[in-house]
């Protein structure tokens, strides 16, 4: 049985680096989904750092991802609000 896959949630700490160190084949894979257009979205729950700075992050590691790449709680919330149109 074949499964396609429609898009990814990826994990950032513990599942492609680990504080300043990238976990061996994480950036490679992160390639083959892009190559594959597979479509994904780095997900973290932090609060303590924004999503500019998880991007230069992880570009200062190797990977290669802008700011639509990277979902976090507190991009979450603004989406929310925005959405919601609320103050």
């Known amino acids: 049985m074949k499964t396609h ?38 997900a973290t729950n932090t609060t303590k750092v924004s999503s500019r700075k998880l991007v230069e992050k992880l570009n200062g590691l190797g990977f290669q991802v802008n700011d639509t790449d990277v979902f976090t709680s507190l991009s979450a919330c ?7 149109q609320l103050r």
């Open 5 to 42: 896959i429609k898009a990814l949630l990826i994990d950032l700490s513990g599942t492609v680096h680990i504080d300043a160190k990238v976990i061996p084949g994480a950036i490679e894979a992160i390639k083959k989904l892009r190559i594959n257009h597979i479509p994904f979205r780095f």
């Open 78 to 84: 603004r989406d929310l609000i925005r959405s919601k």
